[in-house]
């Protein structure tokens, strides 16, 4: 069974440039959840799906931040301008569903502002 | 507040002794807990999680962990580590279904745990 799969896995940009990442979720999975890893701390959930629906968003920085999740699968996440503290790591994560327990991490993405 | 406290930011175990992993957690009700394991450039594995029923849950690798409710711990263990266990390692925790943030998961801040040989 293939896992969680993110793209690009590494970016550098420079600040005020937009910058999307790509994640494709296990196959029948229909929660999808987007996390940020800042150096030294634990992931911090930015938004989750159930389907298409983004069911909770309230960490989204909603000012220059955006996430869609079309058809229920993939999932892109946007960040327009980037900002320096926007560095780090962007976690995209799947489970099969609200009930199930387990979440299934992809590699993430580095994501570098200079 | 719904938290998850590591207190050790790094354990240092030599190969082949018992390692423990602490965790504790502050979450109302009756939580699932969880940890993780993060290899260097690399997504979180999926180690073990609680649910319910026995305090003892083993997981993948020859890990356990010990939920105790009234110390609301739930620290990881391993009767013998091995080098390849070198990692960071992190709890996390779901709240309840019908409370709020059901559906996420707080993480702690991580603990690097160092097995020597």
């Known amino acids: 069974e293939a896992g969680v799969v993110q793209s690009p896995r590494y970016k550098i940009i420079e600040k005020k440039q937009p910058v999307a990442f790509w994640c494709n979720p296990i196959?029948?999975?229909?929660?999808l959840y987007w996390y940020l890893q800042n150096l030294g701390q634990g992931p911090e959930l930015l938004i989750r799906y159930e389907n298409e629906e983004a069911v909770d968003d309230s960490q989204l920085p909603k000012d220059r931040f955006s996430a869609e999740r079309l058809k229920g699968v993939d999932s892109t996440l946007k960040i327009q301008p980037a900002e320096l503290g926007d560095s780090a790591v962007y976690l995209c994560?799947?489970?099969?569903?609200?009930?199930?327990?387990?979440?299934?991490f992809g590699p993430g993405t580095r994501l570098t502002v200079t | 507040a719904q938290s998850v406290a590591q207190p050790e930011d790094q354990v240092n175990v030599a190969e082949g002794n018992p390692l423990t992993v602490k965790c504790t957690y502050s979450?109302?009700?009756?939580?699932?807990l969880f940890w993780y394991v993060q290899y260097p450039n690399r997504g979180l594995q999926f180690l073990l999680k609680?649910?319910?029923?026995?305090?003892l849950v083993k997981g993948s690798y020859g890990f356990e962990a010990e939920f105790n409710k009234s110390q609301t711990s739930f620290h990881l263990k391993k009767p013998s580590a091995l080098v390849s266990d070198s990692a960071l390692y992190f709890c996390a925790v779901r709240p309840p279904h019908g409370s709020s943030n059901t559906g996420k998961l707080i993480f702690g801040q991580g603990t690097t745990l160092q097995v020597k040989p």
């Open positions: 994560a799947s489970s099969l569903g609200t009930t199930s327990y387990e979440q299934y």
């Open positions: 196959s029948g999975h229909n929660t």
């Open positions: 979450v109302s009700g009756n939580p699932y």
């Open positions: 609680y649910i319910t029923g026995d305090n």
